[in-house]
């Protein structure tokens, strides 16, 4: 039974450029939430995905946006980078309620430069 | 929204020794508590989780215990071995799957 699986591992990207990172979630989990865990710090909530649909999310900027496809997978997209915006990003999956267990992937370490 | 404060920031403690982290929670709506372990460049693990029908949680050496009219929780940790090296984080939710942080602990187990 595959685990939570994230891409790529590592992105260097400059100020101003746009990223994509993925995330497929455990077997059986529909629920696909992001975080964004900076060096030194707890993560923190950026948004989640059910259904296809933003179903909630954190304080974060228009530059963050996401997408869940027809299979459960999805992205995380990142508009404008700024040197802030360099983190660990982990995609986390969930089972439908009555559970709120998440399991985290390995994340996706972003640089800008 | 949620605000999660976790003390102390970081904690040494003799092999075979106890470990303790201690959490609070702004929101007395929170019925969702799990902890996480990570380890240096991994992914958080969960370790154990309670909710808030739940005043105490045991699972071999590590134990959650909830008190929610204080709004706040705690690891424990008994017999300490040096793989429980690693940085600790508690969590609090709503019910609505969105998960706040505590700043983290991490735990150096001296051999």
């Known amino acids: 039974d595959a685990g939570v699986t994230q891409s790529p591992t590592h992105l260097i990207k400059t100020r101003g450029q746009q990223v994509t990172l993925r995330c497929s979630p455990k077997?059986?989990?529909?629920?696909v939430s992001w975080y964004q865990q900076a060096l030194g710090q707890g993560p923190q909530f950026i948004f989640q995905y059910y259904e296809e649909e933003e179903r909630q999310r954190g304080n974060f900027p228009d530059r963050f946006s996401g997408h869940q496809f027809p299979n459960y997978s999805s992205e995380l997209n990142v508009n404008a980078l700024l040197l802030g915006d360099s983190a660990l990003y982990l995609c986390?999956?969930?089972?439908?309620?009555?559970?709120?267990?998440?399991?985290f992937g390995p994340g996706t370490r972003l640089t800008v430069l | 929204g949620e605000n999660v404060e976790q003390h102390p920031s970081t904690l040494s403690v003799q092999e075979g020794d106890s470990a303790v982290i201690k959490c609070t929670y702004s929101d007395s709506a929170s019925n969702y508590f799990p902890w996480y372990k990570q380890e240096l460049g991994k992914r958080p693990q969960l370790i154990i989780d309670?909710?808030?029908?739940?005043g105490e949680k045991k699972d071999q050496r590590i134990a959650v215990t909830l008190n929610k009219t204080a709004k706040h929780f705690s690891l424990h940790i008994t017999e300490t071995q040096p793989e429980d090296s690693a940085v600790y984080f508690c969590a609090a939710s709503i019910e609505d799957y969105k998960l706040s942080f505590g700043a983290g602990t991490t735990v150096t187990v001296r051999a």
């Open positions: 309670i909710r808030s029908n739940v």
């Open positions: 986390a999956s969930s089972p439908t309620a009555p559970s709120d267990t998440q399991y």
């Open positions: 077997s059986g989990h529909d629920t």
